[in-house]
């Protein structure tokens, strides 16, 4: 579904709830805010009363890992090192959350995902399948990123967007990031050229420019994201049609309110969003490309306004070693991607069908299997 107003959050069934950082620690960074977390889970726990579901995607196993050794054990931004306190850190953050859910009579379950799982199409199906499976064991799934393997995600420090692909995963109806912020705020600039904060806004289309403009990088030191990150997990989850808030995690009561339309943090809407199922949802919850399709100003607008499939006589240039059923991205002449889908010939015969028109297709490659180098049906637009 598509939120477009507060009061439209009590509707939503299947709540996608990420943690920050800097919510979970305390303000000296030496451990968890157990006030704060307590509240958390006691909120998470009257979600699941109101018969909803609820899927958390969890920083802090870096974090707490770091309050657990000291400093002169670790060597600040080496990747081994932080794969190494992840590992140390996620089993004591999964024990935090089986104590407090207990108080409750619920269970909770690890799930750590990384990129290859929703890469591929099959070990995607088998993570939706699992996560579904736990819901309705009345399981609530906490879903880290696999970060002991994964140094994509150390290094660009990206929860947010996990938090988003997981909405296309479990078929979420809304994302709400929780954060030591109260939502986003308009900028402005002093003389000097510093930032300078206005008024909270209460909503806004997460597909807006200007929220990009005015999202800064992380300050705390903590979390590896700034509002940036979270903008762009809203834009992603936006592609499939969820809704995002933004909202300040250390406030008691904070997703009952959000639940009961408070005019609490940033909602961002999807505005005119299409629905998208089967293959298309695996496509815009984070499939990863593996080759590139040019194309000319033409193929865009059709691809974009028509909703058209890709024709080689659009395509510029092709780039990639890739197979026939692989993901690929669509690009303009600029470079700049627009959408993503699969590829119908592989990457050489691609290359042999630029400029073509469909009937020189059998001629160039002696054989035919669509008038297209990628089909509409297998194809999502991307932002």
């Known amino acids: 579904m598509s939120v477009s107003a507060r009061g439209e959050l009590s509707t939503c069934r299947r709540w996608v709830i990420k943690l920050g950082s800097n919510v979970l620690l305390r303000k000296d960074r030496k ?4 006030v704060v977390f307590a509240s958390l889970v006691e909120d998470v ?7 909803c579901e609820v899927t958390i995607v969890s920083s802090g196993a870096v974090a707490l890992g770091k309050s657990l050794i000291p400093a002169e054990r670790y060597k600040r931004g080496d990747i081994p090192v932080l794969q190494a306190l992840a590992a140390l850190g996620q089993p004591h953050l ?9 108080h409750y009579q619920r269970l909770v379950a690890q ?3 990384s990129r290859g799982d929703l890469d591929d199409r099959k070990r995607y199906l088998n993570a939706r399948h699992a996560l579904h499976r736990l819901q309705a064991m009345g399981v609530v ?10 140094t994509e995600e150390l290094r660009f420090g990206d929860n947010d967007q996990l938090a988003a692909m997981a909405c296309g995963v479990v078929g979420g109806d809304v994302l709400v990031i929780l954060s030591d912020v109260d939502g986003v705020f308009d900028v402005s600039h002093d003389e000097s050229g510093g930032r300078v904060f206005g008024d909270r806004i209460g909503q806004a289309g997460a597909l807006d420019e200007y929220l990009m403009q005015i999202a800064g990088p992380s300050v705390s030191g903590v979390g590896t994201g700034g ?6 997990a809203a834009r992603k989850a936006a592609t499939f049609g969820v809704s995002t808030m933004i909202a300040p995690g250390k406030r008691q009561g904070v997703l009952r309110a959000l639940y009961e339309g408070a005019d609490v943090g940033t909602l961002l809407t999807v505005d005119g969003a299409k629905d998208v199922t089967g293959k298309k949802v695996w496509l815009s919850a984070g499939a990863m490309p593996v080759g590139r399709i040019i194309c000319d100003a033409g193929a865009c607008q059709a691809v974009m306004e028509k909703g058209a499939s890709v024709l080689p006589v659009g395509v510029l240039g092709v780039d990639g070693d890739f197979t026939e059923g692989d993901v690929i991205e669509l690009v303009n002449q600029a470079g700049e991607r627009f ?10 015969s691609t290359r042999r069908l630029v400029g073509a028109h469909t009937e020189e297709i059998m001629e160039r490659l002696g054989y035919h299997v669509l008038d297209c180098v990628v089909h509409r049906d297998n194809l999502v637009i991307s932002t």
């Open 227 to 232: 509002m940036s990150t979270k903008i762009l």
């Open 45 to 51: 726990v009257w979600l699941l009363e109101q018969g």
């Open 339 to 348: 959408a993503v889908g699969l590829a119908v010939y592989d990457g050489e």
């Open 111 to 113: 799930v750590l995902l």
């Open 94 to 102: 999964l024990r935090l959350y089986d104590e407090e859910f207990a």
């Open 31 to 34: 451990g968890v805010d157990r």
């Open 141 to 150: 799934p906490i879903i880290n990123e696999n970060d002991t393997v994964a």
